[in-house]
């Protein structure tokens, strides 16, 4: 064993393999891992530090406890198993008595029970991937949008009955616990969400799949709505703690930012590079266990919370600046304080920028020591035993970092750090808008980080080379391909950085995939046609229909059996039963009973009072001008205007629900929320319109919220202009639950009318390629004088009847609306809209046959279940191969 010093003072360990010296430890460490096979290649070191002041490191060699203490007593998980643990927290660890009414104590002393019985699970399947020597894969991203873990702790570990059960003896109810729970919103929207499923799916496969992410302090703002103007709270979701998250500092990391590159000569007289004077950071990690579907995996997500480091302060403190050290120490914790609320990218930012360094260092040296703890420095296995999926370019950092790490740290040359990057590293792509396209000032980035802006110039000058090659003398090209856009202010493109760095580049959807193809890289698709590849994203059916939908998850394991919730395609077999008149009953039932607790909510949080039996239709989703709210208003109000002339014919009582947030400098679609506000306002307080319309906006929609909106939607809205949307997940949770979509043909909507069929889905709009050539002569002004019902819509927004006393407050929305150059071509789908609102009003009507469409909705999502999706990736980009802990 040897222990290094790297260059700016971070200690590394490893065991050269096969000395004598490193029999030594091994027999010495024996009883430090898991116990069993020596010869196998067991991580003994998993707990000691590598890059942690020398002197913790010691304090974390001094002894050398035995097997004893890593193997506590099975726990038992029946009722009265969790009852005595209940007890014990609550009284002896928590220290409160039966005068303490605070709802959060016995919650906690629940989960700490829970969480119990996830930890010899947890080490069962680290050491099940230790033992197997299992190829590994790590999902790195800045946003992990996991909701709350309570019920699905249960859920997965089998024991909500007990659980139950449990509570009930001690006069608690279970559904309080999980509803006093706060969501971890550590996300934005869908690709939050997303990567949250996927760490699900990947537990319920047995996949060998880590999570990396940051601990932000403060998640997802609290949307309030005062005055029909959105009102951005913090979200100090840590406020009471958080008990699900196991602190790490042993395994803290070092992050280096500022300072400058030195370069010299090693021992051998070989070039190289390092990075000094810089400012430091810790990363410390925060696990959370990720269980799998009742299968006894629970995998690792590990976030990253930013802290000062310890000499850091102290050159200050000796100095005499007391304010400057403590001010410091606050600029580095920062780095982790906040959430970008954009679902947009926030150009040019440093703190943003600082947050995406962060997570791809701590995470790679994290995964590096991992290897180093059982290979050496032998890099030779790595590529083939190691796997990054970047979501999106966020943590794009990533390749020049891993390049940094291989050559500066482990003394790797060029080419083989570089084939190693190439072989790891897979991207996936989460938008085609170019607005939403990362890029970095080159100035900024080389300031921060001016090590990885050589390595990026290194690179950008051996991939232009390539092109050159390729392409002799076609200087157009050099210019769209560099990884640099030259300008007054140069930017560095993390997307052509993060698509020349990996093996593998990915859209989301089929027609996503095809469009960046055709379009947003097409250049190099030219180049590396066999990089590409679409991945269809998912929701995991665990979280949105077994625990969000109980009383249909009842009915389906009536009718087919249990086990689907983890083969998710046998739904099929519910199609069967669409003609059943008996088992249409029960679906509608439960519908209805969803459609009451929804109703329940929105009454609680809007003061607005719904009709279960009145037509649900929803749209969810965060406020974007391309996701078209503002066509879902016009419709609204084109009803509204119908209603107010006694004009009814055809319309079914509806209910209409819009949520979501707007990101807080968005001006336009805070706008639309005000308007959504005012909208709602008139109708309901109309009292004849408002017997056949309501309508509210739902304010701060979140996971949790998500969880009961789904089960209680009939229409689902997904009506973005084609070829924007790059997938949506909203459309699929609703689906599940049994809502027909109206939707244009954009994103996964295109592949959820494959599965249901033009009868069970309500189609309208232009397509992307016509989009794309309406653009030349579109002229809304035209359209709006050709339509009286929209000329009606628009003369009542104008006429301010929506804004009485706020003159001009939906100018801006007008004046979008009748642009010939708006983007989103909200006034050409209108026509379409409605129609096909219309369709979906009189298929309502008939509750027989909606109901059948509702049942197919259903028996048809199987092919949106995450399992789906991650046995996709896992077939085409990780090739992970299962490992059962329980030895199977
Ligand atoms: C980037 C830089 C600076 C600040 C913020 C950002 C940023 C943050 C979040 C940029 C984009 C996002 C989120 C994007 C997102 O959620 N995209 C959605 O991803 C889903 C999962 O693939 C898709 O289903 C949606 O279609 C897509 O909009």
């Known amino acids: 064993m040897a222990v290094f010093e790297n260059r700016s003072g971070a200690y590394f360990l490893y065991v050269s393999s096969g000395s004598a010296e490193n029999r030594h430890l091994q027999a010495a460490m024996a009883s430090f891992g898991s116990g069993s096979d020596q010869s196998s290649n067991k991580r003994w070191d998993r707990d000691m530090e590598s890059s942690v002041p020398a002197k913790r490191l010691k304090q974390l060699l001094t002894s050398q406890p035995t097997e004893e203490l890593f193997t ?25 008595d039966r005068y303490c009414r605070a709802a959060h104590y016995p919650y906690q002393a629940l989960v700490m029970a829970v969480r119990d019985r996830l930890m010899a699970r947890w080490r069962r399947t680290n050491n099940a991937y230790d033992e197997h020597d299992s190829r590994q894969a790590y999902y790195l991203s800045l946003e992990f949008l996991m909701g709350r873990t309570l019920n699905n702790a249960l859920m997965n570990l089998g024991l909500e009955d007990a ?49 990396y992410g940051i601990r932000y302090e403060f998640g997802m703002f609290r949307q309030e709505i005062d005055e029909c103007h959105q009102v951005e709270e913090p979200d100090h979701w840590l406020r009471d703690g958080n008990p699900w998250e196991l602190e790490r500092p042993e395994r803290t990391r070092r992050v280096h930012f500022y300072g400058r ?30 269980p799998g579907y009742h299968n006894d995996t629970v995998n690792l997500l590990r976030l990253w919370k930013a802290a000062a480091t310890d000499e850091f302060d102290l050159g200050e403190f000796n100095s005499g600046a007391y304010p400057e050290s403590v001010a410091s120490k606050n600029a580095a914790e920062n780095i982790t304080m906040v959430l970008y609320p954009n679902d947009a990218s926030e150009n040019g930012k440093e703190l943003r920028l600082r947050q995406q360094y962060f997570l791809a260092s701590a995470s790679l040296q994290d995964a590096l020591h991992r290897w180093t703890a059982v290979h050496g420095p032998d890099f030779s296995d790595f590529a083939s035993k190691n796997c990054f999926q970047l979501n999106d370019t966020h943590p794009s950092c990533a390749v020049p970092e891993l ?10 040359e060029w080419d083989q750090a570089w084939d190693i990057t190439r072989r790891t590293m897979a991207y996936t792509n989460h938008t085609l808008l170019p607005e939403a396209l990362e890029k970095w000032p080159t100035r900024l980035f080389g300031r921060l980080l001016p090590r990885l802006l050589d390595i990026v110039y290194e690179i950008n000058h051996r991939f232009l080379t390539e092109v050159a090659t390729r392409w002799p003398h076609d200087h157009d090209r050099l210019a769209r391909m560099s990884l640099i856009e030259e300008g007054a202010e140069p930017h560095l493109r993390m997307a052509y950085l993060a698509i020349v760095g990996s093996f593998s580049v990915n859209g989301v959807a089929e027609l996503h995939s095809r469009l960046l193809h055709q379009g947003l890289f097409r250049d190099f698709y030219e180049l590396w046609p066999e990089k590409f590849n679409n991945k269809t994203n998912g929701v995991t059916p665990r979280r949105w229909l077994v625990s969000a939908n109980p009383g249909l998850t009842g009915l389906i394991d009536r009718t087919i059996g249990d086990g689907w919730a983890v083969k998710l395609d046998r739904l099929r077999q519910l199609a069967d039963f669409a003609g059943d008149a008996n088992f249409r009953d029960e679906w509608r039932a439960i519908k209805r009973a969803n459609k009451e607790r929804l109703a329940a909510m929105v009454l609680e949080d809007c003061a607005v009072t719904l009709d279960p039996d009145s037509l649900f239709d929803v749209q969810v989703k965060r406020i974007h001008e391309y996701k078209r709210q503002l066509l879902n ?35 336009m679609a805070k706008r639309i929320i005000t308007l959504a506000c005012k909208v709602a306002d008139r109708i309901n307080g109309d009292d004849r319109v408002a017997e056949r319309l309501r309508m509210a906006f739902l304010p701060n929609y979140r996971v949790s919220a998500m969880e009961v909106i789904a089960p209680g939607t009939d229409l689902s809205e997904q009506i973005s202009t084609a070829g924007k949307e790059a997938s949506g997940t909203g459309n699929m949770k609703f689906m599940m639950n049994g809502a027909v979509t109206i939707g244009t043909l954009d994103g996964a909507n295109i592949e959820i009318l494959e599965e249901v069929g033009a009868d069970n889905f309500f189609l309208f709009g232009l397509t992307a390629a016509q989009v794309d050539s309406t653009r030349h002569h579109y002229d809304p002004n035209a359209i709006i004088a050709g339509d009286p019902d929209l000329a009606r819509v628009m003369a009542l927004l104008e006429s301010g009847h929506f804004n009485h006393g706020e ?46 469409m509702s049942i197919i909705n259903t028996a048809r999502s199987g092919r949106f279940s995450t399992d789906r999706t991650i046995g996709d990736y896992n077939a085409d980009i990780w090739k992970l191969t299962p490992v059962d802990p329980r030895g199977a």
């Open 633 to 667: 208003l016009l419709h609204v109000i084109h009803l509204y205007a119908r209603l107010k002339d006694g004009d009814d014919w055809g319309l079914a009582p509806r209910s209409v629900l819009i949520g979501g947030k707007a990101a807080p400098g968005y001006f």
């Open 163 to 211: 659980a139950g059960a449990a509570l009930r003896r001690l006069g608690l109810d279970i559904e309080e616990m999980i509803d006093t729970e706060h969501d971890a919103g550590l996300g934005n929207g869908g690709l939050g969400r997303l990567a949250a499923c996927f760490l699900d799916s990947c537990a319920t496969l047995q996949l060998p799949v880590t999570g």
């Open 261 to 290: 590159t030195e370069y010299h000569h090693d021992a051998n007289g070989r070039a190289r590079a390092r990075w000094v004077d810089t400012h430091d950071v810790l990363a410390v990690p925060f696990d959370m266990a990720i």
């Open 72 to 96: 506590p007593a099975p726990l038992g998980m029946a009722a009265d198993d969790l009852v005595a643990d209940i007890r014990r927290y609550y009284g002896n660890f928590l220290g409160r």
């Open 807 to 852: 003159p001009g407050l939906f100018d801006p929305i007008v004046h979008a609306i009748r642009s010939p150059s708006d983007p989103w071509l909200v006034a050409a789908d209108f026509r379409a809209f409605v129609t096909a609102q219309e369709r979906a009003a009189r298929a309502f009507a008939e509750p027989q046959r909606w109901t059948a």
């Open 403 to 412: 390049m940094r790490l291989l050559m500066d740290v482990y003394d790797l």
